[in-house]
């Protein structure tokens, strides 16, 4: 117990040795006295002097009290410093019980021994006023953050507290997950301070307001409200660094690395496998495709739970996953129509519907598949030409020398159909061919009503 500015017992050590000087004066008056023959009146006249001086001392000694002071100002008078020491003592227990650690007083309360004349003791006046006039202080911690004041704690040790707490926060209670490192960024450390008691917190408190600022300012508010009805002292606006100005709470970074194991699907392969009795293009699914599955390991750093960093360390796999096999056509949808070859002489664009392949004239035309001949007749600007119906699509011959089949015959794929020629708009012997995508319909109605595709596709 520490009682700020109480006056020591040395104010009663000087009253003894007043006393005892003035016995030593009185034996000196009386030894000389006792060489004399006195005189009964003389003897008269001392007692009588004895007397008017034990009376005056009587009185004297009355008259002497201790003044206290809290802070400098008269509270009352008492007769013995251990009164007003055994009542604080026993506030301060009391106080203590309350916040639960040991208090002192935050005022400086003195004792001096005065001469007051006519005066009384009042003890139940000075402990009612250091009942209400005195407020509270202890020794505690101040944890900061990097050096910055953050918020008080009873004990050095609980600093550990803190820094545990903040390091439990950010990590899962989760098995597959393996925690390798947990360090706090910013350097935690303790300071001896002295503040009210209600300002002093727990460890959890502290953790959970450097983890979360704006939130537990709230909460500190209400349990410090709490804590102040309690014990119903002010001190509330030496708020920690007595300045009253809040401080900014500076954000701590709990950085954590993690072995974390995961599942995750491997995404099955395709596989292709050719089929020479399809035609380009067309396809079919022999074997679905199945994912497999593997297990991960991961070495995941995070600062504050949001992940920063993640680095793949091992992987196996559990399930094999299952390749989908596609079966693609070889065929060739339509055949070369011209005999050996030819040259292609002009591409497909969007001002020529076909493509042009010149050949000596008289070179054998083929049909391109199987079909129906829907039209073997002559144009101006087609000269002679033919129209083949294989369902899906059809296909064009133009510039004809001679016409071989008639509209309504079968012809089959590599038929000879036509020879080359320049018949109609041409400026020399080739087969302008097209392919234009069917509808489902037999019926021609005219050249330029289904729409024409670029015939290299299908070859
Ligand atoms: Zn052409």
Same mark, same amino acid.
């Given at each position: ?10 104010a ?6 007043r ?13 000389r006295?006792?060489g004399?023959?006195?005189h ?15 009376l ?19 509270a009352?008078?008492v007769?013995?410093v251990?009164?007003?020491?055994q009542?604080?003592?026993?506030l301060?227990d009391?106080?203590?019980?309350i916040?639960?650690?040991e208090v002192f ?5 003195t004792?001096?021994?005065? $001469?007051? !004349?006519?005066? *009384?003791?009042?003890? #139940? ?7 209400? =006039?005195? /407020? %509270? ?6 944890v ?32 597959s997950?393996k ?8 350097e ?17 408190e502290?953790?959970? $307001?450097? !983890?979360?600022? *704006?939130?537990?300012? #709230?909460?500190l ?5 709490? =804590?102040? /009805? %309690? ?5 509330r606006e ?27 699907p491997?995404p099955?392969p ?7 009795e ?7 699914v ?14 995941v750093t ?5 992940e920063?960093?993640?680095?793949k ?15 693609r056509g ?7 129509p011209v ?13 020529h ?12 035309i ?11 007749s002559?144009g101006?600007?087609t ?10 699509y ?5 510039h004809?020398?001679?016409n ?7 012809v ?18 080739h087969l ?16 330029y009503y289904y729409t ?6 299908f070859?």
């Amino acid at each position: 117990m520490r009682l700020a500015g109480l006056s020591s017992p040395g104010a009663s050590r000087k009253g003894r040795l007043r006393r005892s000087a003035h016995y030593r004066a009185l034996r000196r008056f009386w030894e000389r006295l006792k060489g004399k023959t006195l005189h009964r009146v003389h003897y008269l006249l001392i007692a009588s002097l004895l007397a008017a001086g034990i009376l005056g001392y009587t009185h004297y000694r009355n008259s002497l009290f201790y003044v206290v002071c809290i802070d400098g100002i008269e509270a009352g008078l008492v007769r013995e410093v251990a009164e007003v020491e055994q009542f604080l003592n026993s506030l301060m227990d009391k106080c203590g019980l309350i916040y639960g650690m040991e208090v002192f007083p935050r005022q400086a309360i003195t004792m001096t021994r005065e $001469l007051r !004349l006519g005066q *009384e003791a009042n003890l #139940q006046q000075v402990e009612k006023a250091l009942r209400n =006039r005195i /407020s %509270l202080l202890t020794e505690a911690v101040m944890v900061t953050v990097d050096g910055v004041p953050v918020s008080p704690v009873c004990t050095a040790e609980e600093i550990a507290d803190v820094i545990e707490t903040l390091s439990l926060s950010y990590i899962d209670d989760d098995d597959s997950v393996k925690l390798l490192e947990v360090e706090l960024e910013e350097e935690l450390a303790g300071e001896d301070c002295v503040v009210p008691p209600e300002q002093v917190c727990s460890a959890a408190e502290v953790a959970n $307001l450097l !983890l979360d600022p *704006e939130k537990l300012e #709230q909460d500190l508010d209400l349990q410090t409200a709490s =804590r102040l /009805s %309690l014990a119903s002292r002010d001190g509330r606006e030496n708020r920690i660094d007595g300045s009253g100005e809040k401080q900014e709470i500076p954000l701590v970074h709990v950085k954590t690395v993690e072995e974390a194991t995961q599942e995750e699907p491997v995404p099955f392969p395709t596989t292709y496998v050719n089929n020479n009795e399809m035609y380009k293009g067309e396809s079919r699914v022999v074997t679905e495709g199945k994912d497999g599955l593997k297990e991960v390991t991961y070495r995941v750093t995070r600062v504050n739970g949001e992940e920063i960093d993640r680095e793949k360390l091992s992987e196996r796999i559990i399930i094999e996953p299952v390749a989908k096999v596609i079966e693609r056509g070889t065929l060739s949808r339509f055949a070369w129509p011209v005999a050996g070859g030819g040259r292609l002489s002009q591409g497909f664009s969007g001002r020529h519907n076909g493509i042009d392949i010149a050949a000596p004239s008289g070179t054998s035309i083929l049909a391109a598949e199987s079909g129906t001949v829907v039209c073997s007749s002559w144009g101006p600007a087609t000269g002679n030409y033919i129209v083949i119906y294989h369902g899906d699509y059809w296909t064009v011959y133009l510039h004809n020398s001679r016409n071989l089949v008639s509209a309504g015959q079968s012809v089959s794929r590599g038929q000879v159909i036509a020879k080359v020629g320049s018949s109609g708009n041409s400026t020399g012997p080739h087969l302008h061919f097209e392919v234009r995508r069917g509808t489902g319909s037999s019926k021609w109605p005219g050249y330029y009503y289904y729409t024409s595709i670029n015939p290299l596709s299908f070859f």
